[in-house]
Each structure stands twice: as structure tokens, then as C-alpha cells.
């Protein structure tokens, strides 16, 4: 007999083999077989946090750093708060920082970035979140006022998603666009390696409409833009690769699992691509749930999808990413992250933290 040393989690896969010992050489061992613990069709809500906890404001993504969550808030209230998340059952928030990290903020070491809205001048600064319970800004905030040569003067940039490529070389990436000026879009490069002085080191590449989302799979760069659809681009070489149209584009986020990019359209359905050759972007699958699609999180087999409308969490079997198969619908939120057996999500419009069992003992 065999027991296992610790408790399964979901996408857990187990292996195994039997021979007969009796006397003498033991017999030919079978062939052999296995077991996987699947996420439940019924998900069970067991913590969560609103405004009666403190926690006020539109949530719309978070990171996880050990035990907290560092959640970003959006639409009147730009602020990043953070919530100890060590008992699942009983969140609790911890403090709150001045601005946020945006809809799908990613940790770098011990750092975050926060776009900050000047009301006439938008900014992005360096928060050091080594300590998530004491955030602090590191250094001096950089304006994205910013003459990109197209003779227009100094423009005031708004931004959304970042990538930081610096281990490419190429700093922190934003995609930006001007409110103002429509043509003037695409990805700037910004050069934090001096905290107190960072500088906008120009524009890493221009695009024909606004972007949004940037993700980055090897030494390859994705980037969703609103009214067209997905771009593949070289992160070292800026090279633009390929680019794959998606009709009525919304505002997309991008999520990569393996060779796949699941491409959320606030305006449409889930758009699955294989990127496995970033020149030649192609079709996969469409997942069309009847209304638009917000962010996606991969966790093993498993994609977890909101709906842009109703504020429902999907999720999807992609075992085989051109027939996923539903597992679950119905809950309440987007899923920012998968842990072990729990997910981690927000409720935009009800201004909610949650934190879901995806193995409830039931």
C-alpha cells in the first residue's frame, strides 16, 4: 500500500504501476495508470471582503505576495489595497496605498508600478511592496508627457498594462495611448534603473489604434489593440511579427498558457491562438459564451474567464485548447489568480474581494 504524504490539490496527477510478489522474481509490472483532481462544478465562496471591511472602490486585478493580495482599484477610487490572505476563510485588509497597480499588475521582485492620474498630467511610479504591508514609493514619480516626433508638441499619455522587460534590456513597457490625439498609440519604454530620475526612453513601437494589454510568452511580446486585435512583436528586436485581426475588439486582455494565447474582447468572445511560431499567429478556437469576455487567469488545465456583462466567472477545461469543455458557470467575479485550491477574485461593480474553494469537502 502506498499513502499519500500530503493532500492533493486541483491539476494534481498521480501515477501507478502493481506486480505480483510472491516467491522468487516478482512478475511484469502493468502498464500504468493514474489519477487527477479536477476543479469542482461547484465552487464554493469562503471569504470574502466589502465596503463594510473598508475595502471601498471598483476592484479590478491583483497580484499575490506571499500571504497578502494586493488588489488595484480603478474608476473613483485609484488606490492598491492589500489584504492578508493567510486564512483563506477570514481576509483581512491590511492597509492602503495612494494609487494603483492597474487591471493586471505584476510583480517584479519586490516591486510593483502604479499609474498615477494627475488630472492633467498621468505618471507612473515604482512602489516597493518587500514589506506588503508598508508599500512605499521608491524615488520620483515619470510624467508620460512625451513629444513622440509626430510634430504634435508634448502630449499627456494615459496608460494601461505594463510588461517590464528589463532583463531584455528594454526597461518597463506601457501601453499608451492620447486621449487627444487617436494617432498617436502603441508601447513606450520607460528606463526605471534610476529610481529617482526615470525617463521616458521613447516610444518601443507604434500602432494603429489604442492598445491595451501587453503579455510576454520567451522573447516574445503580445499586445490586444482596440478596433483591430493581436500583435506579435520581438522584445528584442521590436520587430513587429505578425498580427491576427479580431472583429469588433474591445478591450482585451491577454492571458498565455503553453503555446496558446486566450484573448478576452470586452465587446465579443474568447479568441483562442496558437503562438507556438509568434510570425504566424492562427486560429484555435472561438469561445462565445453571449456576451463580451473580461480578464482570464490559466491554472493547469484550466482557464478561468469572466463574462464583461453579467460579472460571472467561467471555467474551462483546455486540455485540448480547440474544444474546451464548460466545467462550471455561474459565480460571481473575475478570478485574478489560482493558488493551490483557491481562487482569488474581484466583483468590479459591487466593489467585492473574494476568495473561492475550487475542492470544497462536499
Not at 513622440?148 to 496608460?159: I, Q, R
Not at 528584442?236 to 496558446?260: A, K, L, P, T, W
Not at 456583462?309 to 471555467?315: A, D, M, N, V
Request: charged share 15%.
Amino acid at each position: 500500500q502506498y499513502e499519500i504524504p500530503a493532500g492533493l490539490i486541483i491539476c494534481d496527477a498521480r501515477f501507478w504501476r502493481v506486480r505480483a510478489v510472491k516467491t522468487g522474481e516478482p512478475g511484469p509490472w502493468s502498464e500504468s495508470r493514474s489519477v487527477e483532481i479536477a476543479v469542482s462544478s461547484s465552487p464554493k465562496l469562503i471569504g470574502q471582503l466589502d465596503s463594510s471591511d473598508g475595502f471601498t472602490g471598483n476592484p479590478i486585478g491583483m497580484a499575490i505576495k506571499g500571504n497578502y493580495a494586493i488588489v488595484g482599484h480603478t474608476s473613483g477610487v485609484d488606490q492598491m489595497s492589500v489584504v492578508n490572505i493567510s486564512d483563506p476563510g477570514n481576509p483581512t485588509l491590511v492597509t492602503t496605498f495612494e494609487h494603483s497597480p492597474g487591471q493586471k499588475p505584476k510583480l517584479t521582485g519586490d516591486y510593483l508600478y502604479c499609474y498615477v492620474d494627475g488630472g492633467t498630467e498621468e505618471s507612473i511610479i515604482k512602489v516597493d511592496v518587500s514589506d506588503p504591508e508598508n508599500p512605499v514609493q521608491v524615488g520620483n514619480p515619470c510624467s508620460l508627457k512625451f513629444d513622440p516626433g509626430l510634430g504634435s508638441g508634448t502630449l499627456d499619455y494615459n496608460a494601461n498594462i505594463y510588461l517590464d522587460n528589463s532583463g531584455g534590456g528594454s526597461g518597463l513597457l506601457v501601453a499608451v495611448y492620447d486621449q487627444d490625439t487617436p494617432t498617436s498609440a502603441g508601447i513606450m519604454q520607460i528606463d526605471f534603473s534610476d529610481h529617482f530620475t526615470p525617463v521616458v526612453d521613447g516610444m518601443f513601437m507604434t500602432t494603429d489604434d489604442q492598445p491595451f494589454a501587453i503579455e510576454q510568452a520567451a522573447t516574445t511580446g503580445l499586445v490586444s489593440i482596440r478596433g483591430e486585435g493581436v500583435q506579435s512583436f520581438s522584445l528584442i528586436g521590436q520587430d513587429v511579427s505578425d498580427s491576427y485581426g479580431i472583429e469588433n475588439m474591445g478591450f482585451g486582455h491577454i492571458e498565455i498558457g503553453g503555446n496558446y494565447a486566450f484573448v478576452s474582447n470586452m465587446d465579443g468572445p474568447l479568441t483562442i491562438l496558437d503562438i507556438s511560431n509568434p510570425s504566424s499567429l492562427s486560429l484555435v478556437y472561438t469561445y462565445d459564451p453571449g456576451e463580451g469576455t473580461g480578464p482570464s487567469t490559466v491554472f493547469g488545465n484550466y482557464l478561468f474567464t469572466g463574462l464583461a456583462t453579467s460579472q460571472k466567472f467561467t471555467i474551462l477545461d483546455i486540455r485540448d485548447p480547440s474544444a474546451p469543455v464548460l466545467v462550471s458557470e455561474g459565480n460571481m467575479g473575475w478570478i485574478a489568480t489560482v493558488i493551490g485550491n483557491y481562487a482569488y477574485g474581484v466583483e468590479w461593480t459591487t466593489g467585492k474581494f473574494t476568495i473561492w474553494d475550487l475542492l470544497p469537502e462536499d
